[in-house]
């Protein structure tokens, strides 16, 4: 009886195995047409690239592929494969820290951008906000060993800031058009968090990037960038009390009752949805969120914040630059073409297309046409951008690993924040003692 | 003739050690070569280290051990809380039941299930925030509120609750092979020890144990193998490490591999994470004929 | 003096608890299942709203939707054929070889049969990369063939253990008496032993089919061609896509899920059977 099954399936794969070949062969046949291939990770766009691609093709006869491959680690992983065979496709991005795009362009994968940038007169770098480009950046004399350019095309803009709940606002007796403009006004709002059995705020904190984002743009409120720039480079210990009162503001947070229960083992969907119905009073998320919220709950009434600052000595940061950006690969058999389809889908129409489609902010300056209001607050937010792509130096991941797990202890409850300061700087110092060998 | 023979009996063999051959050992070669490098997985350069990675994981790592240490606890629930159920309910089905063929099936869908799947409905039993609360609803209901706790966000009951949860979706596989362990298991043998006088314990101790330790070494090997490289779930139930309380060493591989660029590192904790595997499987082996002898 | 009616109520007592234990466990077993295929059968609102098992109205347009959504009629039917022809590859290779192990003798039988186990034991996490060097330097990147012969690989050793134990207890009468009817070694491990091993073989297609159903990783890596992904990439994708979305989202997963629970359904009436003669040491 078994071997009758086996029969059927015998047919089955035969039948399967002939589609799949017949896939096979039409790829064989030569093209004459150019095609760019694209890989990309933006599950909520490949439908707007979709019909970008059609239009480009309409207008120019180049075809090009958008391939998506998601979630954005399995994205990464691919990419690091490609990059080994030698198979990485005409576009492609780099997600994460400065320094894997360094090791990229110094491997020879990508193409230099600056000279077709800085053609006509600076035409194309103009056109973008001038810290989208930063990010994309490598300046004169950095820590990378790069030479100096661009090497990435920004196709967007965001922000990382704080969103409220203007309808629990209204509950909770507080000003809608208000929000906290201190760390003080914060942890009071925490109290009638608690009267009210409310949770306060959600945030992908299981996710350590987003615990060192917040932790970070207070630590420049605090003390300022050059001060965290030294401590980077290691002439500033992190058991300064300047970074102790950075990790005391966790400890604030936790006992005012302002943070959601299990902040800490939420991934940032989990926080989304959360805030999305209406669970939770405050959100830690970035300008992408206005797309996913609006999925999830269009009648979502909320407002966009700066993290409430904490010191009056330095402004507030917050994270912020180019979203999502795409790099040629320097070994791309039409790199005039794959310029030319980069030059185009930064164009102005083209951004204003992408921005309106995808509740994204678009990284070409003269693309703000009608964008939502929340959109807006987000933009505002850009003139207190920063990010650590654009610093110059990355400290060591071990130390940010260990810098994000401290804070976690310090939200359980678990250690102090001086006991967790003195561990990063032990760990810090141990790296630094393995760097001067 | 001999050698045709001989020649015969190697093309038995002779896909699969090609295979084998292929796809494990020169893979396997290279991640052995790469733990005594420092790589970031992109740059055509590589730095040798010699034994500085293994030296590293061994002295200084201490996030390593601690993620070994989770695993181990894990796999510790997984082996007596686990494998207890799966042998209770094996039991329990054994006898003459109506309804055997719906719990042999209803008892294999969480092996079946995808981490995701699980992941969210658990936290849809046990999370107040982003659930119904169940859990602790039932134990207030039971009049027991002072033992009402954030389950899965406390760092005291994080890793257990996780565990219990990796129980639950593992015991199975446990369930199946010693239910089948103990149908061989003749009636004539229970009849006539019946017939001696014997009651429902003895012969459970006289008979069923010893005649089942084979196959508990089996599942004990297997469950071991199986639990000390767990870790999807994790990042289903908790959403990460916890501040190291549910760190596992996959995890922490995964993490040096994206999250510190050290490829050649975590090549050099995947070899450590084997030896240890090795010798834990060795011991349980000998330990297990050992007891076949007895 | 102990009763009739004493063992009666013992019994009964017994058999009560046994039945309340096991309906415990096997609604904890339940619940997620029900819950995924209650969520997709109610919609986007209803799911924070409503949080009872049973839907107040069943949305099947769900399941069309998400199959539509995701794409999913291609990349299921690669699934299955990758599936398939997995677990056949996997079938007669581990079978031939743990078939020598188990009756031959030849030199270095022991040092290779002490390779495959130990590789049971050293999982080599991270070595995508490695795979996906090797497959393009074969030029078998990115097409099924190699795929397919990576993930043989994958369930090579444990599949090989399974059966060689089982070969071990099998009586060798069957043999020698079709031996002397002029039987070829092949013929002996086709007509004897692969029958007599159903049970067992059950067990090794269950456990690879799960593991090849569910793989992502190494697909998403090796296969370029949106033609040859398996299912599991597109539904990464589609939870991506409509995880916002999350009716859709478990209705998708429901399909996903449904191929594999089959295959368990058809293949565990051999399996008690089987895994008996596998692992019990007499």
Known sequence: MLKGHVKILAVICCLAVATLLSGCASKKETRKIITITIWHWMTDREPAFQELAKKYEAKTGVKVNFDLYAPSDAYTQKVRAAAQGQNLPDIFGILGEKRDFASFIKAGHILELTPYMEENNNCWKNSFFPKALEVNEFSQGNSYGVKPGIYGVPIDIMTIQMVYNKDLFKKLGLNPNRPPATFQELLDIGKKLKEANMQGLVSGWGELWMIDCLANNYAFNIMGKDKVLATIRGEVPYTD?????????????REAGVLATGIITMVNKTAEQLFANEKAVFAFNGSWCANVY????????????????????????????????????????????????????????????LSEATNNLPANKNSVTKIPEILAGFARGMDFATHPNIWGVSEFPVVIEAFDKAIQSIILGEKTPEQVAAEVQRIKERELAKRRK | MKIKSTLENYIFVLPAVLIFSIFYIIPFIEVFRLSFFEWDGILPTQVFVGLGNFKEIILEDSNWWQAMRNAGYITLIALTFQNALAFLLAWACDREIRLKNFYRMIFFIPPVLSELVVGMAWRFIINDVDGANIVNRFLIGMGLPQLVHSWLSDPK????????????????????????????????LYEAAHVDGANAWQSFRKITIPLMVPVMVLVAILTVLGTMQAFVLIIGLVGGELAGHTSVPVLRILAAMRGSSRFGYACAQGITFGVVLIIISFIQYRFSRKYRQA | MKTTLYYKTKNVTINLLIHLFLLTVAVACLFPLVWMVSSSLKTQQAIFSDTSLIPKEFHFENYYRAWIGGGFGRYFLNSIFYTVSVVIGIVIVSSLAAYAFSRFRFPGRNILFIMFMAAMMIPIPGSFVALYVLLNNLHLRDTPIGYILCMINVGLSTSIFLLKTFFDKMPKELEDAARIDGCSKLGLWWHVALPLAKPVLAVVVVFNALAVWNEYILALIIF????????????????GEFVTNYPLLMAGLTIAALPIIIVYLLMQKYIVKGVTQGAVVG
């Open chain 1, 241 to 253: 009390p300047d970074w102790i009162k950075v990790f005391a503001l966790f400890k604030d947070l």
């Open chain 1, 294 to 353: 609006k999925g999830m709950n269009p009648n979502l009434n909320y407002g966009v914040m700066l993290p409430p600052k904490a010191s009056e000595n330095y402004p507030m940061a917050i994270w912020g630059g180019a979203g999502s950006s795409f790099m040629v690969n320097a070994h791309s058999k039409n790199k005039e073409e794959v310029v030319k389809f980069l030059q185009w889908l930064s164009d102005s129409e083209q951004q204003a297309y």
């Open chain 2, 157 to 188: 009951t994080a890793l257990t609750t996780v565990a219990i949860i990796h129980s639950w979706k593992g015991f199975g596989w446990g369930f199946l092979i010693f239910l089948a362990g103990l149908q061989t298991i003749p009636r004539e």
């Open chain 3, 224 to 239: 370029d061609s949106r033609q040859f992904m398996p299912l599991q990439v597109a539904l990464q994708t589609f939870q």
